[in-house]
C-alpha cells in the first residue's frame, strides 16, 4: 500500500504540536514536527491569545516538512473551544483574541439572562451554562461597546481563523460552533433569538462546514513562506475534544469517553442531542460531533490544576517530572484532602497552589503542603469528579455503558487511569494519548477517500495504537465515609460549621484510605 501523509496541527490551551500522520500498510504513524507553547498574555487588564505567534509555529512546521521533501496530502487544524478572533472589512484580524480566561465574563451569563431566561438558552443549544461560553464573551463585548466587535466583519472560531491565515478563505466549521451555545443542535444553525440579544448576525459567521471538507488550499503568500505548493487544507473536527472523540478505538457504541489534558471531557457520543430537565439540572452540555454525531458531556477542569502548580514548583528552582510527582502523590496519604475542581476559585488564579491551600482550609480540611500532598489532592479530587459524572451519564445514556476510554495525555498518567477505574466501576482502556491528533489526521484521511465512516476509522486506530487496560482490581478503598465527606464538599453550600453540626463529621480525623 502506498504510504500518504498528512499534517496536523493540534492546539492546546497551554501547549502546540505540529504532527505528521502516515498512513500505509494498514496501519497509522505519528511523528512530532514540532512543539511550542501556547502562552497567555496578559496586557492592559486582559488576557488574550497570541494568535501570530500559533500562524509562526505552524508556518515552522510546513518548512520543517517542505525541507524534508516529505509530500504531504492535507492539512488539518484543531484548537480548543469558545474563542474567536475578529476580522475587520478589510480581511486583517483587528486584534489578538479574548482567552476564555478573561476575567471580563465573570458573572455575564446572569446578565445575559435577564434578556433570554436561562432555561430557555439551555433549551435552544443544550449547552452547559460556562460564564466563558462564546455567547457570554459576545454579550460582554457588546456591552462594554468593544470598538473591536462594533467594527467587525467576519467573527472566526480559533481554528477557523488560523485556517484563514493559511488559506484566505472564511468558514465555521461545525464541531467548534457547536461549543459556543449559539449554535441550535436540532437545525444545526446559529440561532437567531440568541444573536440578537448581543448585536451579531449570522451573515458575520463564515459559511458552515463539518468535519472532511476542504475550506481552500495554501495562499501563494504561504506557499513561499513554506516551500510547499497548493496543498489543501482541510477542515478536520476543528475542536479538539472531538478530534480525539473521533481516535476512540471502540468496538461498539456502549462507551464512555475521558478526554484528559487541561481540560477533562467526560460524556458519550450519541445520535441525538440529549436536552431535558435532568441535562440542564446536572448542566451537560451537547457539542457536534463526527458524521453527525453528538458529544454529550460535562466540562471538568483537568490537568490545568497541576500544571499551575509545577509552574509555580519551577519559580523557586524545582522543577519535578511527571514521573516524581506520581511517585510522591502514591507516597501521600490518600483523601486526605479533597477540592471542587471546578470551583471558580481554579478558574486562574494568581497562584494554584494557594487556592488549593485556601479551599481545603475553608471547608475544614488538611492544608496539602509537599508537593506529593497537592499532587495527590488533585488526583483524588479528579477520581473522585469523574466518579459523580460518571454516575449520572449511567443514568442518562440511552444505553448501558460497559467500558471507560481514557484519551489524550492524560492518559499516560497510570496512577490517575487506576484511580479513575477505582472511582467508576467499569473496566477503563488508557489511550490513545495522541487521541486528537490521530482523530485530526484519521479526519483527513477520510476527506481524501482512505477511510469510509468513523466505525473504519476506528478499527484502523485500534490496531496501529497500544492502549492499556485498567482492570476493576482496587488499588485504592474508597471509604462510604470518603465519599460522603466528597460529596459534602461539592454538594452542599454550607460553611464548614454547618456541615460539621448537620452531618456530624469532623474532617480533621475522617478516616482515610491506605495504598
Same mark, same amino acid.
Given at each position: 500500500?502506498?504510504?500518504?501523509?498528512?499534517?496536523?496541527?493540534?492546539?492546546?490551551?497551554?501547549?502546540?504540536?505540529?504532527?505528521?500522520?502516515?498512513?500505509?500498510?494498514?496501519?497509522?504513524?505519528?511523528?512530532?514536527?514540532?512543539?511550542?507553547?501556547?502562552?497567555?498574555?496578559?496586557?492592559?487588564?486582559?488576557?488574550?491569545?497570541?494568535?501570530?505567534?500559533?500562524?509562526?509555529?505552524?508556518?515552522?512546521?510546513?518548512?520543517?516538512?517542505?525541507?524534508?521533501?516529505?509530500?504531504?496530502?492535507?492539512?488539518?487544524?484543531?484548537?480548543?473551544?469558545?474563542?474567536?478572533?475578529?476580522?475587520?472589512?478589510?480581511?486583517?484580524?483587528?486584534?489578538?483574541?479574548?482567552?476564555?480566561?478573561?476575567?471580563?465574563?465573570?458573572?455575564?451569563?446572569?446578565?445575559?439572562?435577564?434578556? @433570554?431566561?436561562? %432555561?430557555?438558552?439551555?433549551?435552544?443549544?443544550?449547552?452547559?451554562?460556562?460564564?466563558?461560553?462564546?455567547?457570554?464573551?459576545?454579550?460582554?463585548?457588546?456591552?462594554?461597546?468593544?470598538?473591536?466587535?462594533?467594527?467587525?466583519?467576519?467573527?472566526?472560531?480559533?481554528?477557523?481563523?488560523?485556517?484563514?491565515?493559511? &488559506?484566505?478563505?472564511?468558514?465555521?466549521?461545525?464541531?467548534?460552533?457547536?461549543?459556543?451555545?449559539?449554535?441550535?443542535?436540532?437545525?444545526?444553525?446559529?440561532?437567531?433569538?440568541?444573536?440578537?440579544?448581543?448585536?451579531?448576525?449570522?451573515?458575520?459567521?463564515?459559511?458552515?462546514?463539518?468535519?472532511?471538507?476542504? *475550506?481552500?488550499?495554501?495562499?501563494?503568500?504561504?506557499?513561499?513562506?513554506?516551500?510547499?505548493?497548493?496543498?489543501?487544507?482541510?477542515?478536520?473536527?476543528?475542536?479538539?475534544?472531538?478530534?480525539?472523540?473521533?481516535?476512540?478505538?471502540?468496538?461498539?457504541?456502549?462507551?464512555?469517553?475521558?478526554?484528559?489534558? &487541561?481540560?477533562?471531557?467526560?460524556?458519550?457520543?450519541?445520535?441525538?442531542? @440529549?436536552?431535558?430537565?435532568?441535562?440542564?439540572?446536572?448542566?451537560?452540555?451537547?457539542?457536534?460531533?463526527?458524521?453527525?454525531?453528538?458529544?454529550?458531556?460535562?466540562? *471538568? #477542569?483537568?490537568?490545568?490544576?497541576?500544571?499551575?502548580?509545577?509552574?509555580?514548583?519551577?519559580?523557586?528552582?524545582?522543577?519535578?517530572?511527571?514521573?516524581?510527582?506520581?511517585?510522591?502523590?502514591?507516597?501521600?496519604?490518600?483523601?486526605?484532602?479533597?477540592?471542587?475542581?471546578?470551583?471558580?476559585?481554579?478558574?486562574?488564579?494568581?497562584?494554584?497552589?494557594?487556592?488549593?491551600?485556601?479551599?481545603?482550609?475553608?471547608?475544614?480540611?488538611?492544608?496539602?503542603?509537599?508537593?506529593?500532598?497537592?499532587?495527590? #489532592?488533585?488526583?483524588?479530587?479528579?477520581?473522585?469528579?469523574?466518579?459523580?459524572?460518571?454516575?449520572?451519564?449511567?443514568?442518562?445514556?440511552?444505553?448501558?455503558?460497559?467500558?471507560?476510554?481514557?484519551?489524550?495525555?492524560?492518559?499516560?498518567?497510570?496512577?490517575?487511569?487506576?484511580?479513575?477505574?477505582?472511582?467508576?466501576?467499569?473496566?477503563?482502556?488508557?489511550?490513545?494519548?495522541?487521541?486528537?491528533?490521530?482523530?485530526?489526521?484519521?479526519?483527513?484521511?477520510?476527506?481524501?477517500?482512505?477511510?469510509?465512516?468513523?466505525?473504519?476509522?476506528?478499527?484502523?486506530?485500534? &490496531?496501529?495504537? %497500544? &492502549?492499556?487496560?485498567?482492570?476493576?482490581?482496587?488499588?485504592?478503598?474508597?471509604?462510604?465515609?470518603?465519599?460522603?465527606?466528597?460529596?459534602?464538599?461539592?454538594?452542599?453550600?454550607?460553611?464548614?460549621?454547618?456541615?460539621?453540626?448537620?452531618?456530624?463529621?469532623?474532617?480533621?480525623?475522617?478516616?482515610?484510605?491506605?495504598?
Amino acid at each position: 500500500m502506498e504510504h500518504t501523509y498528512f499534517f496536523a496541527v493540534d492546539l492546546g490551551a497551554t501547549s502546540g504540536r505540529t504532527i505528521l500522520g502516515c498512513l500505509g500498510d494498514g496501519k497509522l504513524e505519528l511523528k512530532e514536527v514540532t512543539r511550542f507553547p501556547n502562552h497567555i498574555i496578559e496586557a492592559c487588564g486582559h488576557c488574550y491569545w497570541d494568535i501570530y505567534a500559533l500562524y509562526r509555529e505552524i508556518i515552522n512546521g510546513l518548512k520543517t516538512i517542505a525541507k524534508d521533501n516529505i509530500p504531504i496530502r492535507s492539512i488539518g487544524i484543531d484548537t480548543w473551544g469558545v474563542d474567536f478572533a475578529l476580522i475587520g472589512k478589510d480581511g486583517e484580524l483587528l486584534r489578538n483574541p479574548y482567552c476564555y480566561r478573561d476575567p471580563h465574563t465573570v458573572g455575564a451569563p446572569e446578565e445575559y439572562f435577564t434578556h @433570554i431566561p436561562r %432555561e430557555r438558552v439551555y433549551d435552544i443549544t443544550g449547552i452547559q451554562i460556562m460564564n466563558f461560553n462564546s455567547l457570554f464573551q459576545l454579550s460582554t463585548l457588546h456591552r462594554n461597546h468593544c470598538t473591536a466587535l462594533e467594527a467587525a466583519d467576519k467573527i472566526l472560531f480559533m481554528p477557523d481563523a488560523l485556517g484563514y491565515m493559511l &488559506t484566505g478563505k472564511m468558514v465555521t466549521e461545525y464541531t467548534i460552533a457547536s461549543t459556543s451555545q449559539i449554535l441550535n443542535p436540532r437545525t444545526k444553525r446559529f440561532e437567531k433569538e440568541l444573536l440578537d440579544v448581543v448585536g451579531v448576525r449570522e451573515e458575520q459567521f463564515g459559511r458552515f462546514v463539518f468535519p472532511g471538507e476542504q *475550506i481552500g488550499v495554501l495562499t501563494e503568500e504561504v506557499q513561499k513562506l513554506t516551500g510547499l505548493g497548493a496543498v489543501p487544507v482541510i477542515s478536520v473536527a476543528g475542536h479538539d475534544t472531538a478530534s480525539a472523540v473521533a481516535a476512540v478505538p471502540a468496538q461498539n457504541e456502549n462507551f464512555a469517553y475521558l478526554s484528559s489534558g &487541561t481540560w477533562s471531557l467526560m460524556g458519550i457520543e450519541v445520535k441525538d442531542a @440529549i436536552i431535558n430537565k435532568e441535562s440542564y439540572e446536572q448542566n451537560f452540555t451537547n457539542e457536534g460531533g463526527v458524521e453527525g454525531t453528538t458529544r454529550f458531556l460535562k466540562n *471538568i #477542569c483537568g490537568m490545568w490544576l497541576l500544571e499551575r502548580c509545577r509552574k509555580e514548583w519551577e519559580t523557586t528552582n524545582n522543577s519535578y517530572s511527571y514521573t516524581e510527582l506520581i511517585d510522591a502523590a502514591l507516597a501521600a496519604p490518600a483523601f486526605r484532602s479533597l477540592i471542587n475542581p471546578d470551583a471558580p476559585c481554579f478558574q486562574n488564579p494568581a497562584s494554584m497552589i494557594k487556592a488549593i491551600a485556601g479551599y481545603c482550609k475553608q471547608t475544614g480540611q488538611p492544608v496539602p503542603e509537599t508537593y506529593g500532598e497537592i499532587t495527590r #489532592c488533585i488526583f483524588d479530587s479528579l477520581s473522585m469528579r469523574y466518579k459523580q459524572i460518571f454516575s449520572v451519564l449511567q443514568k442518562i445514556a440511552p444505553f448501558p455503558i460497559e467500558k471507560l476510554h481514557i484519551i489524550g495525555g492524560g492518559s499516560r498518567n497510570n496512577l490517575l487511569s487506576q484511580f479513575t477505574c477505582n472511582a467508576v466501576g467499569v473496566p477503563v482502556m488508557a489511550g490513545p494519548s495522541e487521541g486528537t491528533a490521530i482523530g485530526n489526521i484519521m479526519l483527513q484521511a477520510k476527506a481524501n477517500g482512505l477511510v469510509n465512516d468513523i466505525a473504519a476509522m476506528r478499527r484502523l486506530i485500534s &490496531t496501529s495504537v %497500544e &492502549t492499556v487496560s485498567n482492570g476493576k482490581k482496587l488499588i485504592i478503598n474508597i471509604l462510604p465515609v470518603t465519599e460522603r465527606i466528597f460529596n459534602i464538599c461539592y454538594i452542599c453550600k454550607l460553611q464548614n460549621n454547618q456541615i460539621k453540626k448537620k452531618y456530624e463529621i469532623n474532617f480533621r480525623q475522617s478516616p482515610r484510605a491506605g495504598t
